[in-house]
Every structure is written in structure tokens, then in C-alpha cells.
């Protein structure tokens, strides 16, 4: 079956896997916010398949919130939506989409001593609920 994804849902797609990953910097900044995103981002990178395809590129334009809540209130919404729009079009990419994300999460959350803190474990939690929420 071949997909045709239009540029919005590509920038749906975008913004909810980068969000993720800006999440959990956020979510790491006492650690170190940069290192957090580097994991995420190769992660994203990665990823095979039309969603590889798409996550490529980082979303452009997009003004993310300025505080960790903010930021949640538009990747969280965001993860449902492109799960959503995948079940509809590709299942298979549904799949692929929600494991890249949480490989990028879980990434994105690993520290030197292995265990990540529990506010990034708190909001791997939430990324994943946004995901199954679809």
C-alpha cells in the first residue's frame, strides 16, 4: 500500500516525534539538556520507512512553548493526532511511528548512571499515554 502524507501531516509528524525529544530535554535540563537532545535526535534520524523519511528534517517554523507545560500542550496533542492520522492511512506506520518515538524517548533518557530522573520517567509516561491515546 503507498501513502501519500501532504506537507501538514508531515509537519503533524514533525512536531510531535521533535517535541518528544524537546520534551524530555526539558523535562532532563538539570541534567544536561543538550546531551538529552542528541540521544533523541539520532534516534528520530534513524528511523526507517516513511517515518524515517519524514523525520529527517526537523520541523521549520515551529514555535514551540517556552515553558515545559507550554511545550506539552502542543507535543502531547500532537503525538495523538499522528498516531491517529497513521491508523487511518498506514497501521504499519502507526507502529513504526510510535517505537521510533519511544526509542528516542527512552534515548533521550538515559543517563551515566543508567536511570533516568523521575521527572524524565514521569514524562516518558506521558509521551507514551499521548501515543496510545490514538
Not at 509537519?11 to 541534567?31: E, K, P
Not at 537532545?37 to 524515517?52: E, N, P, Q, R
Given at each position: ?53 519524514v523525520l529527517t528534517k526537523a520541523p521549520k517554523g515551529v514555535k514551540y ?70
Amino acid at each position: 500500500m503507498s501513502i501519500t502524507l501532504i506537507d501538514q501531516d508531515k509537519l503533524t509528524l514533525r512536531t510531535a516525534a521533535w517535541g518528544a525529544v524537546s520534551l524530555m530535554s526539558a523535562a532532563g535540563a538539570a541534567g544536561s539538556a543538550h546531551k538529552v537532545a542528541t540521544h533523541g535526535s539520532i534516534a528520530l534520524t534513524s528511523a526507517t520507512g516513511l517515518v524515517g523519511h519524514v523525520l529527517t528534517k526537523a520541523p521549520k517554523g515551529v514555535k514551540y512553548g517556552k515553558t515545559v507545560a507550554e511545550l506539552a500542550d502542543q507535543v502531547l496533542p500532537a503525538l495523538t493526532a499522528a498516531m491517529s492520522l497513521l491508523k487511518k492511512q498506514a497501521p504499519a506506520e502507526a507502529d513504526n511511528f510510535r517505537r521510533t518515538v519511544i526509542v528516542a524517548v527512552e534515548a533521550a533518557a538515559r543517563t551515566r548512571q543508567g536511570e533516568p530522573s523521575p521527572t524524565m520517567a514521569d514524562m516518558a509516561r506521558k509521551i507514551t499515554e499521548a501515543l496510545d491515546a490514538a
